[in-house]
């Protein structure tokens, strides 16, 4: 699984990437809160820069290509919030 935190504003050029990439679709959480290296993200007036969560599983040997594709594309983009994830996923028989 390739779990990504992004910065709301970036969401539609990662929704890019993934496609251009080969992923097979993906699922986007599109409130995330928190706080951290970065600051309080709330999505609010007090706070902004909304945050959302996209996810996508992959088959294994795809993955690391996958997940580099989006680090590659994010850096390129001069992104300095949106975070990547490479995961391992329980398999169901």
């Not at 929704?15 to 251009?20: T, V």
């Not at 080969?22 to 409130?31: C, H, I, K, Q, R």
């Not at 983009?77 to 994830?85: M, Q, W």
Request: charged content about 25%; glycine content about 10%; cysteine-free.
């Amino acid at each position: 699984m390739i779990l990504g935190i992004a910065d709301a504003a970036r969401v539609d050029a990662l929704r890019r990437g993934l496609k251009q990439a080969g992923a097979p679709g993906y699922t986007e959480l599109p409130v995330v809160e928190g706080a951290g290296r970065t600051g309080v993200h709330a999505g609010d007036r007090v706070h902004p820069g909304a945050l959302m969560m996209v996810f996508t599983i992959v088959e294994d040997e795809a993955a690391t290509p996958l997940f580099e594709a989006l680090v590659r594309q994010r850096d390129a983009a001069g992104d300095r919030v949106t975070r990547f994830f490479l995961l391992p996923v329980e398999r169901q028989a």
